[in-house]
């Protein structure tokens, strides 16, 4: 089973800044696109962020584009959610997401690598961001 383990969540004032972690365990994040979703109290949950592997290409949701930015070191299997000008809004549980359940890529078109059409099966235990004053 894929592993992905996030960090740095937290408590944060409005207007402050917090950077997001996902490691991803025992398989490799090549050719597959990954994203952050996350799901505030008593909501469905929503998909922020994606990045694609072919291109790095991103997607965002409106409520957080131009304040959250989206990155990824597949090298180090690695994904990065820089967020800043947080507001009370953005308090959430935040998944990190992934296509797919193999360790590798059968090939590098096996997965759709593509935001935010890709459909995300694999994923992480959640982290949590509070932003509150």
């Known amino acids: 089973q894929l592993q992905l383990v996030e960090s740095g969540g937290g408590l944060e004032q409005p207007g402050g800044s917090l950077r997001l972690s996902c490691q991803a365990s025992?398989?490799?994040?090549?050719?597959?696109?990954i994203g952050w979703v996350r799901q505030a109290p008593g909501k469905e949950r929503e998909g922020g962020s994606c990045?694609?592997?072919?291109?790095?290409?991103?997607y965002y949701l409106d409520s957080v584009k131009g304040r959250f930015t989206i990155s990824r070191d597949d090298a180090q299997r690695m994904v990065y959610l820089q967020m800043n000008s947080l507001n009370p809004q953005d308090t959430a549980v935040y998944y990190c997401?992934?296509?797919?359940?193999?360790?590798?890529?059968?090939?590098?078109?096996?997965?759709?690598?593509?935001?935010?059409?890709?459909?995300?099966?694999?994923w992480g235990q959640g982290t949590q961001v509070t932003v509150s004053s």
């Open positions: 997401a992934t296509e797919g359940d193999r360790w590798e890529a059968p090939t590098p078109s096996y997965y759709v690598n593509s935001c935010p059409n890709s459909d995300f099966n694999s």
């Open positions: 025992k398989f490799y994040l090549d050719y597959r696109a």
């Open positions: 990045i694609s592997s072919s291109d790095d290409s991103t």
